[in-house]
C-alpha cells in the first residue's frame, strides 16, 4: 500500500468498540430538529463555491465559502456539525456547525488518497466514514476518521471495487452500503475515466466495525457494466435503491435505476416509459427517498427531470421536469425539494404538486441537498 494508514482488523475493531459502536444509536436520532436544508452551490456574485444552509421556507439561512467545488453533505447525529466532502478528486473535507455556518475543521486527504465527494457518520455520531481512492493502487478505500479527536484519520479499509462515490449507514446500525462506481481515475490526468473497457461497478455491503465485505451485488449483463453505480438511497425495508450513469457511447438506452428484490437481493431494474427513459440521457444526479410516501426519487440535470417510484412494489408514479435540477431532499412528513442549476428551489407536496419556489438567480445548485429533519 502506498502512503495512508494499514488497518488491523482485530485493532480496527477494538478501536471502535472503545468509542462506542458496539452498542449503536438508531440511525435516525439527530441532535438537530430543526428543519431545513443544506445545498452545496456556486455564487455568481463573489465567485465562490459554497455551502448553504436553507430554511423550511427555502430562503438562505448562511452561506460557507468553500476552498473548491463542493459535492455531498452529512449531519453528524448527536451533534450540531456538518461536514461537506469537495467534488472528486477532492482534496479537502469542510467540518461546519449546522446553525451558524463556521468551520471548525478542514480535513485534507492522507499521502496517496483523495476524496470522492461523500461520506457518511456512525449511527452514534463518533466516526465519520469517507470514499476515498487509493491512486498509485487503482483501489477504493473507506477513510475512518474519529469525529471526537477532531477528524483524526484512525484506519482505513478496502471499498471492494474501483471508484467509491456514495456510502450510507444501514438500519441495522453496523452496516455500510458502498456504491462502487467501477471507474478508475488519478490525479495526474484530472478527472479522465481509465478503465472504461474493463469497469465493474458494484453495491457492496461492509461491516463498519471490522471492515469485512459482508454482500456484495452487480448489474447483470456485460453491457450493464458501462453503468455506472453512484448514488442511492436506503429504502423503508432495508433494500437499497441505486441510480446510475452510462459510460456507453453505443447509444443504446438501458435502464438506469435499480432496486434490490427477490430473496436473493439483486439488483433489478425499475420501469420507467421508453420516452423518460430517453430523456434522463444516460445519467441520474441524486437519488432521494420519502419514506412517509414510500416515494422513490431520481433526477436527470441532463434531462432536465425528475422521476418517481412507489416502494416497495416499484410502481411508476410519474415525473415532473427541473431544468438542470439535481439535488433532492426529501421533506419531514410527505413531499420533497429539489434543486437546479439555475438558482431555483422547488418543493413538492406528498403528491407531487409544486407547493413553494424560490429562486436565487445569483446561485447555481450544485449536485446535492440534504434534509436536516428527514422523512
Given amino acids: 500500500m502506498s502512503g495512508g494508514i494499514s488497518l488491523d482488523r482485530r485493532a480496527f475493531g477494538a478501536s471502535l468498540l472503545a468509542l462506542g459502536l458496539g452498542a449503536m444509536l438508531p440511525i435516525g436520532a439527530r441532535a438537530s430538529s430543526t428543519s431545513g436544508f443544506l445545498a452545496t452551490g456556486y455564487d455568481k456574485l463573489s465567485a465562490r463555491h459554497l455551502i448553504s444552509r436553507l430554511g423550511a421556507d ?3 439561512r448562511w452561506d460557507l465559502p468553500l476552498r473548491a467545488r463542493g459535492h455531498g ?9 456538518g461536514i461537506v466532502i469537495a467534488r472528486r478528486p477532492g482534496t479537502y473535507a469542510s467540518v461546519f456547525g449546522v446553525e ?3 468551520q471548525r475543521h478542514l480535513m485534507t486527504p492522507a499521502p496517496g488518497r ?5 461520506g457518511a457518520y456512525s449511527a452514534d455520531g ?7 481512492n487509493d491512486f498509485d493502487n487503482a483501489r477504493g478505500m473507506i477513510g475512518v476518521y474519529d469525529a471526537n479527536a477532531g477528524y483524526a484519520r484512525i484506519s482505513e479499509f478496502p471499498s471492494g471495487g474501483i471508484g467509491p462515490h456514495q456510502l450510507l449507514p444501514m438500519p441495522d446500525g453496523h452496516t455500510l452500503a458502498v456504491a462502487n462506481g467501477g471507474i478508475l481515475t488519478h490525479p495526474d490526468t484530472g478527472r479522465e475515466k481509465l478503465n472504461l473497457d474493463t469497469m ?9 466495525r471490522t471492515g469485512a465485505i459482508t454482500e456484495r451485488f452487480s448489474l447483470a449483463g456485460a453491457r450493464a457494466q458501462k453503468l455506472s453505480i453512484r448514488h442511492m438511497a436506503v429504502l423503508a425495508d432495508g433494500r437499497v435503491a441505486v441510480g446510475c450513469q452510462d459510460q456507453a457511447a453505443d447509444g443504446a438506452a438501458l435502464p438506469l435505476v435499480y ?3 427477490g430473496a436473493d437481493k439483486q439488483l433489478t431494474a425499475l420501469p420507467m416509459p421508453t420516452d423518460v427513459l430517453d430523456k434522463f440521457n444516460g445519467y441520474c444526479g441524486s437519488v432521494a427517498f420519502n419514506a412517509m410516501t414510500r416515494t422513490l426519487c431520481v433526477s436527470s440535470p441532463r434531462g432536465g427531470l425528475v422521476g418517481f417510484w412507489h416502494q416497495p412494489d416499484g410502481q411508476w408514479l410519474g415525473h415532473v421536469d427541473m431544468t438542470d435540477g439535481c439535488g433532492l431532499a426529501p421533506v419531514a412528513g410527505a413531499g420533497l425539494v429539489m434543486s437546479s442549476g ?4 422547488q418543493a413538492l407536496d406528498a403528491a407531487r404538486r409544486p407547493v413553494d419556489v424560490e429562486r436565487h438567480a445569483f446561485r447555481r445548485w450544485d449536485n446535492h441537498m440534504t434534509a436536516l429533519d428527514t422523512a
Fill in 259 to 261: 432496486a434490490q428484490g
Fill in 114 to 118: 483523495h476524496f470522492y465527494g461523500h
Fill in 58 to 60: 427555502l430562503d438562505i
Fill in 73 to 81: 453533505a452529512s449531519v453528524r447525529p448527536r451533534s450540531d456539525e
Fill in 342 to 345: 439555475d438558482g431555483t428551489l
Fill in 100 to 102: 451558524d455556518g463556521v
Fill in 126 to 132: 463518533n466516526i465519520l466514514f469517507a470514499t476515498e
Fill in 200 to 208: 465493474r461497478p458494484s453495491l457492496v455491503f461492509i461491516d463498519m
